[in-house]
């Protein structure tokens, strides 16, 4: 059972809140974000430019709050996942996967145990939704990877929809980039969505980081039948939000189109994509589709996925198609599900 609050994840805001119910001197604040962030200190006893006293103090209430991972498989193309557990008491387990390239380190990371969308080719949308992470079980998560220090890339792809838990995720982001916290460039961290809008508009208000849209159909009637969002939140409407705001070489957006053989790569779904994206500077990312099992959907043949990537590059749009790894392990997109690893499955 654990009984004091981590420390880890806390904005600056946040710590200047424990600072002050400490009677820590103001500047405590940013020494504390000094030990947490930068130095990445292990212990509170560690922080050796705050009192003995107010050591004493905030190690009575507050611990780091790193925490180790509990599993880790490596897939035979070098792809690694690490499964963390979360939740505190009501125990939830996430999965965040570091792929390792020639001069970069992306880690995949996780938002939500589960997931409450339901997006029909996706493993974690078949846990239903178990639990949002804390800013801190996010950036546990990097703190908690082997030689995390080499990391070059975050991508917020993994469990979970990053929109769904809002202010966790812009806390997160906020420790990442600030001068204060982990100093990251923006540009080395990309959010995916499946295009929740009021969340949408604070993280295009609030950020500065690149944004991947989930879009696998232009049309509103076949996207609704693979992901439920369309419902509520037609990609028409979020793509107008995402063209009133500038991508430049700065900040990027990016669509994401997993294709699925005969359902939505002929040329007539190329030229409604066009449509649809023309005149502004996006690109598309093309994936494919891993199967997963009792699921009737199969992915596009490389060759139709040459073809369909031609087919949008004839028509101006910036297109990709995005490799896969780790399918071995189950690591690879719309793959994860941290059951599985589990005992006995997912409870
Ligand atoms: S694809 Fe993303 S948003 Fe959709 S169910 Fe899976 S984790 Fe959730």
């Known amino acids: 059972m654990e009984h004091k609050r981590a420390l880890l994840g806390k904005t600056l805001a946040g710590l200047e809140q424990v600072a002050a119910e400490l009677s820590m001197p103001g500047f405590a604040a940013r020494q504390l974000a000094g030990w947490l962030y930068r ?3 292990a212990d509170i006893g560690g922080m050796s430019n705050l009192s003995a006293a107010h050591r004493a103090m905030l190690a009575e209430r507050y611990d780091v709050g790193v925490r180790p991972f509990s599993a880790a498989q490596e897939s035979k193309d070098g792809a690694q996942k690490y499964l963390f557990a979360v939740g505190g008491e009501k125990r939830a387990y996430v999965e965040s996967v570091l792929i390792p390239e020639a001069g970069r380190a992306t880690l995949c990371l996780s938002s939500q145990a589960g997931c409450p969308m339901g997006c029909k080719f996706c493993m974690t949308a078949r846990m239903g939704f178990r639990h949002n992470l804390t800013s801190g079980e996010i950036i546990n998560q990097i703190f908690g990877v082997p030689r995390s220090g080499q990391l070059t890339n975050l991508v917020f792809m993994g469990m979970g929809e990053p929109m769904s838990n809002i202010d966790s995720l812009l806390e997160s982001l906020e420790v990442i980039t600030a001068p204060w916290g982990m100093g990251w460039s923006p540009a080395r961290v990309t959010v995916s969505t499946v295009g929740v809008l ?19 159909s232009p049309f509103a009637d076949e996207r609704r039948a693979l992901m439920p969002v369309q419902k509520a939140f037609p990609a028409e409407d979020v793509v107008a939000l995402i063209r009133r705001y500038r991508w430049t070489g700065q900040r990027r957006v990016s669509f994401e189109y997993i294709l699925f053989d005969g359902l939505n790569d002929t040329p007539r779904h190329a030229a409604a994509l066009a449509r649809l994206l023309g005149g502004f500077e996006c690109r598309v990312n093309l994936i494919r589709f891993h199967r997963i099992p009792g699921s009737e959907l ?31 392990i189950l690591a690879a997109c719309g793959m994860l599900s941290a059951g599985a690893e589990l005992p006995g499955g997912a409870s």
Request: proline content about 6%; glycine content about 6%.
């Open 39 to 41: 130095r990445r200190v």
């Open 198 to 216: 009021p969340a949408l508009r604070r993280f295009l208000d609030e950020s500065r980081c690149h944004l991947a849209v989930s879009l696998h």
């Open 298 to 328: 199969r992915g596009s043949p490389p060759q139709a996925m040459e073809r369909f990537k031609e087919m949008l590059l004839q028509r101006g749009l910036l297109t990709t198609i995005r490799a896969s790894r780790g399918e071995d």
